[in-house]
Each structure stands twice: as C-alpha cells, then as structure tokens.
T-cell receptor, first 111, second 117 residues
Framework: QKEVEQNSGPLSVPEGAIASLNCTYSDRVSQSFFWYRQYSGKSPELIMSIYSNGDKEDGRFTAQLNKASQYVSLLIRDSQPSDSATYLCAALGRGFQKLVFGTGTRLLVSP | SAVISQKPSRDICQRGTSLTIQCQVDSQVTMMFWYRQQPGQSLTLIATANQGSEATYESGFVIDKFPISRPNLTFSTLTVSNMSPEDSSIYLC??????????????FGPGTRLTVL
C-alpha cells in the first residue's frame, strides 16, 4: 500500500453542490495531514491542515480525519467553478519531517 | 505565511548544461525543501536543505546531479546539472512554518518551469 492514496478523478460536480475528496493512508505516515489546492500551471496552496480525529471547518472547507479507518477527507460546500483544480492530500512521514503527497484528485465544477 | 520567490520562473536549456534555481524567503526559516513535479504527476521531494548542514537527499537523487546550497536562513539554491530532457519538470521550493511545534505546515514558492531540449 502506498503511504498516501487518492483517486485521480476527475470528480465532476455541479456548481453549488458539495464536493467530497478522499484520501487514505498507511501506517507509515504520522497523524498530521494537509490538503493543498493546485491550479493548472501554479504551485500548491495549503488550504487545510488537520491533526486530530474529527472535523475541522474553515469557510466552505471541512477536513475530516478518521484515524480508525485511516482516511482523511476534504468537503467543499457550495462548490464554485473557481474551485476546479487538483487537490493534493499530504501526510507527514512518520519519524521524519518530510511530507508525503498523494497523486492528487482533479475536481471539475461545472456552472 | 512566509512570502517565497523563485528565480527564474521558467527557462529553456540545452542538453548537457546546468541551471541554478534560487529560492528567497522574506523571513528566517529553519527547514527548506526542494521538490520536483513532472508533467501530470504529483510532487516528489528531492532534498531537505537546512542552514549550516549538508542537504539530505531522497532516494534516487544525488548531490552530483542536484547540488544544493543553503548559505543562510532566507535563501537556498538548487542546481540541475548536466541536464537531459528527462529533467524537464517544475522545480519547487517550500519552507516549513511552525517549526518546533506540531504543525509542520509547508508553503510553496511559485515554481520554476524547466524545459530541456
């Protein structure tokens, strides 16, 4: 199993809907997780970090961490076409400081 | 978060030449990282650059090919040596904020898009 896994997508949702992006992880990563948004041709932008079991909300974004099932999710409420991007899930490697990235999920929000 | 700049933003280079990429941060940071993102791929860590010590390279990356300097807490360079078309990629530097805490958030520079002919 890869350390961090994501479905590559694309995930297509209509404008105004909730987009749900999922990521699973292995025992080889620690309990610190990050969601990055990357627009085409741009560098990744950190949008959420989560360290504890449960939900963390920031505006239209909610990150969810379930340690028992080893998955972390990002929900985007009221999706907008401007949310169309690739979303990268990352985890802090266990025992060291580097981030391990998933392959990213491409989100398409149609007007 | 810290403001990070990279130079050059893009370059087209000939096979066999070398390119040095600069990363400048507007505040002092302990840990800086260099990543590569090949077309359509996710990010791959090349090395970790801490001031005052040798860079730590990931498996598959060697100092002779990717020498790194870290002369102070706000600046680092990555050199891509003896380039081949396979080195065509986006090169990104990142910095970690919250060092010493549990946060370990990393923020990325704008990237350098390298094309090798």
């Amino acid at each position: 199993q890869k350390e961090v896994e994501q479905n590559s997508g694309p995930l297509s949702v209509p404008e105004g809907a909730i987009a749900s992006l999922n990521c699973t992880y292995s025992d080889r990563v620690s309990q610190s997780f990050f969601w990055y948004r990357q627009y085409s041709g741009k560098s990744p932008e950190l949008i959420m970090s989560i360290y504890s079991n449960g939900d963390k909300e920031d505006g239209r974004f909610t990150a969810q961490l379930n340690k028992a099932s080893q998955y972390v999710s990002l929900l985007i409420r009221d999706s907008q076409p401007s949310d169309s991007a690739t979303y990268l899930c990352a985890a802090l490697g266990r025992g060291f400081q580097k981030l391990v990235f998933g392959t990213g999920t491409r989100l398409l929000v149609s007007p | 978060s810290a403001v990070i700049s990279q130079k050059p933003s893009r370059d087209i280079c000939q096979r066999g030449t070398s390119l040095t990429i600069q990363c400048q941060v507007d505040s002092q940071v302990t840990m800086m990282f260099w990543y590569r993102q090949q077309p359509g791929q996710s990010l791959t860590l090349i090395a970790t650059a801490n001031q005052g010590s040798e860079a730590t390279y990931e498996s598959g990356f060697v100092i002779d090919k990717f020498p790194i300097s870290r002369p102070n807490l706000t600046f680092s360079t990555l050199t891509v040596s003896n380039m081949s078309p396979e080195d065509s990629s986006i090169y990104l530097c990142s910095v970690e904020e919250g060092a010493g805490s549990s946060y370990n958030e990393q923020f990325f520079g704008p990237g350098t898009r390298l094309t090798v002919l």
